[in-house]
């Protein structure tokens, strides 16, 4: 065996030369990797005892990409372009010994080598479109070459990882091997290619399928039209449709120039400068300063919950989605039947859907079991969630029974969107096993999960929420604990200024129409009509002192009453609504205030630099721990746009001066609500960014 550099190795088997790639933790394609591959291929094409090459990755994966820290930089050493000739040109036959991941620029290089085998557990894909980006080293105009413009189309712009006998079947794999005998599989190949004198097949020679979409740009358009809400806002899943169209109708080395260009627009661009942020932001949320990597973990075998509810049934389908048996408790049969009833039809959609297997219908159903009594269920449980009414009184109850039920060690968490677990945790005697976990609705669907740390919470038990929220599929963000923790407390400041705006004189749809421009999902009262206007409204109290109340007392409690805020048709269309354009105008009279026209322009700095702020004051306060936390609470549980990166990094990218300035004019005009946090100012004076918190 024969060192190349630091992360290549060149051994000769028999007549196979094998350059072996190790550098962790996923192969991606630095410097130092590509000049161990370009030194490799060099090497084994000068060895005439070679007769093949195999490519082959120690470590987890084969090359998971290029090395994103890299990119915005200038590239040193020899380029991926320099590897992937020295492949693709090679006179030998060269073979990709694919496990674990091989994606973006790694899917790139393997389709430069003749021949791929793979694992079956191995997965192949393009994901640059979720970093804003196209794949930018020739799969482009190669993916379309091997599996066909509509495949490409699918897998390009969604970035899905392919499994490994789907991609035997569509091309992108020649061969797979037996699981854990990569190497030995791959030798076996390549002695086979050797005997059989197989071709030296370059896919770039390889026209068929894109000649047969040649002069159908309706492949095109259907798809453009298929995906429009999808792709809304977004420039990179457009540009690499642009760049299929150019495999398609271009000859190789034209589409590679067409590839070159728009790679080059999105890289130098802001929205992939938002997305390769987010990127690193969601990893990073998972880093805990003053908790050691090996604090130690509570193994979690079994979970209870309670609350049958739209919550708490959907808390319990993400652990028996991953395996874990849960119990859930209710106090009363009916209520429990129904969420159980509910699970199972939430599982039976996705099953219709082609998302799960009938089969894994009932495996996960079993794994939830009901019932009525804390006391018979909760001795041996693991971790117990509560997800009950927001009333603390009811939490403190709770609570108090759990100490006395759960087994020592046990976590007991609460799933509160806002009140103080400081106060839970009191009522027990053991408050460093109490956490908040705040799940967001539907809570198996939505990928946030905000781990409310309080005053006495263990590092175990933190740790162990941590690690158990990666395992159910969770972006975990650990958070303080403070009215509304992160996500609640920022939205508040929103929700303020939105419905001040209509006090002003803009119209519900003038709001959400501007929030839904920027590329939120909807605006916030669209929102309150899909979530129901009558969430926290009690029918005997209203006295038709908020439009709200007016509104939910003419049973205009949102769309499920088929109107609120908007009235809808019968396929939930919204429309302005002439009624609640009468209903504000009164509110508008009866205030004495002069409504204005606002500008679009205002109704979104009005409502996102406030959220600003707020952020930063929840890191004045320590409720974060840095501003890319909150960046990750908003884009994963509230709708920010991705290519936005988060209300931090569009901070950054306005520039906190320009915040800082319009908070001041508004607190000028409107008052303290706009107060600037200190910590803007002191940033601003030393001229840093959010991200240097
Ligand atoms: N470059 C640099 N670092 C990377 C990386 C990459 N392409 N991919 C992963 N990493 C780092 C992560 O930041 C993380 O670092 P940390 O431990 O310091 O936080 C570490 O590798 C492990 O990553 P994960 O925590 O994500 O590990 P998982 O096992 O959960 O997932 C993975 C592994 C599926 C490979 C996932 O990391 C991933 O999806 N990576 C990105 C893949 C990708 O987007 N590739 C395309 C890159 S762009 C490109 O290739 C352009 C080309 O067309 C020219």
Same mark, same amino acid.
């Given at each position: 065996?024969?060192?190349i550099?630091s992360?290549t190795?060149?051994?000769?088997?028999g007549?196979?030369?094998?350059?072996?790639?190790n550098?962790p933790?996923?192969?991606a394609?630095?410097?130092?990797?590509?000049?161990g591959?370009?030194?490799?291929? @060099?090497a +084994?094409g #000068?060895?005439?005892? $070679?007769?093949?090459? /195999?490519?082959i990755?120690?470590? *987890?994966t084969?090359?998971?990409?290029?090395?994103i820290?890299?990119?915005?930089?200038?590239m040193?050493?020899?380029?991926?372009?320099?590897?992937?000739g020295?492949?693709?040109?090679?006179?030998?036959?060269?073979?990709?010994?694919?496990?674990?991941?091989?994606?973006?620029?790694?899917?790139?290089?393997a389709?430069?080598?003749h021949?791929?085998?793979?694992v079956?557990?191995?997965?192949?894909?393009?994901p640059?479109v979720?970093l804003?980006?196209?794949?930018?080293?020739?799969?482009?105009?190669?993916?379309?070459?091997?599996?066909?413009?509509?495949?490409?189309?699918?897998m390009?712009?969604?970035?899905?990882h392919v499994?490994a @006998?789907? +991609?035997? #079947?569509?091309?992108l $794999?020649?061969?797979l /091997?037996?699981?854990?005998?990569? *190497?030995?599989g791959a030798l076996a190949f390549?002695?086979?290619?050797?005997a059989?004198?197989?071709?030296?097949?370059?896919?770039r020679?390889q026209?068929e399928?894109v000649?047969?979409?040649r002069?159908?740009?309706?492949i095109f358009?259907?798809?453009?039209?298929?995906?429009?809400r999808?792709?809304?806002g977004?420039?990179a899943p457009?540009?690499?449709i642009?760049?299929?169209?150019?495999?398609?109708?271009?000859p190789?080395?034209e589409?590679?120039?067409?590839?070159?260009?728009?790679?080059g627009?999105?890289?130098?661009?802001p929205?992939?400068?938002?997305?390769?942020?987010s990127?690193f932001?969601?990893r990073?949320?998972n880093?805990?300063?003053?908790i #050691?990597?090996?604090t130690?973990?509570?193994?979690?075998?079994?979970?209870?919950i309670i609350?049958?509810?739209?919550?708490?049934?959907?808390?319990?389908?993400?652990f028996a989605n991953?395996?874990?048996?849960?119990?859930?408790?209710?106090?009363?049969q009916?209520?429990?039947?129904?969420?159980?009833?509910?699970i199972?039809?939430?599982?039976?959609r996705?099953?219709?859907?082609?998302?799960?297997?009938?089969?894994?219908?009932?495996?996960?159903c079993?794994?939830i079991?009901?019932?009525?009594?804390?006391?018979?269920?909760?001795?041996d449980?693991d971790?117990?969630?509560?997800?009950?009414?927001?009333?603390?009184?009811?939490k403190k109850?709770?609570?108090?029974k759990?100490?006395?039920i759960c087994k020592?060690?046990?976590?007991l968490?609460?799933?509160t969107?806002?009140?103080?677990?400081?106060e839970i945790?009191?009522?027990?005697?053991?408050p460093?096993?109490?956490?908040?976990?705040?799940f967001?609705?539907p809570?198996?669907?939505m990928?946030?999960?905000?781990i409310?740390r309080a005053?006495?919470t263990?590092d175990?038990?933190?740790?162990?929420?941590?690690?158990?929220a990666k395992?159910?599929?969770?972006?975990?963000?650990?958070?303080?604990?403070?009215p509304g923790?992160?996500?609640?407390?920022?939205?508040?400041?929103?929700?303020?200024e939105a419905?001040?705006?209509?006090?002003?004189g803009?119209?519900?749809?003038e709001v959400?129409?501007?929030?839904?421009?920027?590329g939120?999902?909807?605006g916030?009262?669209a929102?309150?009509?899909?979530?129901?206007?009558?969430i926290?409204?009690?029918?005997?109290?209203s006295?038709?002192?908020?439009i709200?109340d007016?509104?939910?007392?003419a049973?205009r409690?949102?769309?499920?009453?088929?109107?609120g805020y908007?009235?809808?048709?019968?396929?939930?269309?919204?429309?302005p609504s002439?009624?609640?354009?009468?209903?504000i105008?009164?509110?508008?009279?009866?205030?004495g205030?002069n409504?204005?026209?606002?500008?679009?322009e205002?109704i979104?700095?009005?409502c996102?630099?406030p959220?600003?702020?707020?952020?930063?004051?929840?890191?004045e306060?320590?409720k974060?721990?840095?501003?890319?936390?909150?960046d990750?609470?908003?884009?994963n549980?509230?709708g920010?746009?991705?290519?936005?990166?988060?209300?931090?990094?569009?901070g950054?990218q306005i520039?906190p001066?320009?915040?800082?300035a319009?908070?001041?004019?508004?607190?000028?005009?409107m008052?303290?609500?706009?107060?600037?946090?200190?910590l803007?100012e002191k940033?601003?004076?030393e001229?840093?960014k959010?991200?240097?918190?």
């Amino acid at each position: 065996m024969a060192e190349i550099n630091s992360v290549t190795d060149l051994s000769l088997e028999g007549d196979v030369a094998v350059i072996t790639l190790n550098s962790p933790p996923v192969n991606a394609l630095s410097a130092k990797v590509r000049e161990g591959l370009y030194e490799g291929f @060099k090497a +084994a094409g #000068a060895n005439p005892a $070679a007769k093949a090459i /195999v490519l082959i990755c120690e470590g *987890r994966t084969f090359i998971a990409g290029a090395d994103i820290t890299e990119f915005g930089g200038a590239m040193a050493g020899p380029s991926l372009f320099d590897v992937q000739g020295m492949m693709e040109n090679s006179p030998k036959p060269v073979i990709a010994a694919i496990h674990g991941t091989v994606l973006g620029g790694g899917l790139e290089v393997a389709l430069c080598a003749h021949y791929r085998v793979a694992v079956p557990s191995a997965k192949f894909g393009l994901p640059e479109v979720n970093l804003g980006l196209l794949p930018g080293a020739g799969g482009t105009q190669r993916l379309p070459r091997v599996v066909g413009p509509e495949r490409a189309l699918e897998m390009m712009t969604s970035g899905r990882h392919v499994p490994a @006998k789907e +991609a035997l #079947a569509g091309g992108l $794999a020649d061969e797979l /091997v037996e699981e854990g005998k990569l *190497r030995e599989g791959a030798l076996a190949f390549a002695k086979k290619v050797l005997a059989e004198n197989r071709p030296l097949t370059r896919i770039r020679d390889q026209n068929e399928k894109v000649e047969a979409a040649r002069g159908k740009p309706e492949i095109f358009a259907e798809f453009r039209k298929a995906n429009a809400r999808k792709f809304r806002g977004f420039l990179a899943p457009e540009y690499n449709i642009q760049t299929i169209e150019a495999a398609v109708n271009l000859p190789f080395e034209e589409g590679l120039k067409v590839e070159r260009k728009l790679f080059g627009e999105l890289m130098s661009g802001p929205q992939s400068a938002a997305q390769r942020y987010s990127f690193f932001a969601e990893r990073t949320a998972n880093k805990i300063p003053g908790i #050691a990597d090996d604090t130690p973990l509570i193994p979690i075998k079994k979970v209870g919950i309670i609350g049958a509810g739209t919550m708490g049934g959907g808390i319990a389908m993400n652990f028996a989605n991953a395996g874990i048996p849960v119990v859930i408790v209710e106090q009363r049969q009916e209520p429990l039947d129904r969420g159980l009833a509910t699970i199972r039809k939430n599982y039976e959609r996705t099953a219709s859907r082609g998302g799960i297997t009938a089969q894994q219908v009932e495996d996960r159903c079993a794994l939830i079991t009901g019932s009525l009594s804390m006391e018979d269920s909760f001795g041996d449980v693991d971790l117990v969630i509560e997800a009950v009414f927001e009333r603390m009184d009811i939490k403190k109850d709770i609570f108090a029974k759990l100490d006395a039920i759960c087994k020592p060690g046990a976590i007991l968490a609460t799933n509160t969107s806002g009140l103080n677990i400081d106060e839970i945790a009191s009522v027990t005697k053991r408050p460093e096993s109490v956490i908040g976990l705040h799940f967001f609705s539907p809570a198996n669907v939505m990928k946030l999960l905000e781990i409310v740390r309080a005053d006495h919470t263990s590092d175990s038990v933190i740790a162990t929420s941590m690690k158990l929220a990666k395992q159910i599929g969770k972006i975990a963000v650990l958070v303080g604990v403070c009215p509304g923790f992160v996500g609640n407390r920022i939205l508040g400041q929103r929700q303020r200024e939105a419905q001040k705006l209509v006090m002003e004189g803009a119209m519900p749809w003038e709001v959400d129409r501007v929030l839904y421009d920027f590329g939120f999902p909807m605006g916030p009262f669209a929102m309150s009509d899909l979530a129901g206007l009558d969430i926290g409204w009690v029918k005997e109290k209203s006295n038709g002192e908020s439009i709200r109340d007016v509104l939910c007392e003419a049973d205009r409690r949102g769309q499920k009453t088929g109107a609120g805020y908007y009235d809808y048709d019968e396929n939930r269309n919204a429309k302005p609504s002439p009624f609640t354009e009468n209903v504000i105008n009164d509110f508008i009279v009866k205030s004495g205030a002069n409504p204005r026209k606002i500008s679009d322009e205002e109704i979104l700095e009005r409502c996102i630099y406030p959220m600003i702020n707020e952020g930063m004051k929840i890191l004045e306060e320590g409720k974060a721990i840095r501003a890319s936390d909150i960046d990750v609470v908003w884009q994963n549980g509230y709708g920010w746009p991705v290519y936005r990166g988060g209300p931090m990094h569009y901070g950054d990218q306005i520039g906190p001066a320009k915040v800082l300035a319009k908070m001041q004019e508004f607190q000028a005009k409107m008052g303290d609500q706009f107060k600037p946090a200190p910590l803007l100012e002191k940033l601003v004076s030393e001229n840093k960014k959010f991200a240097d918190l």
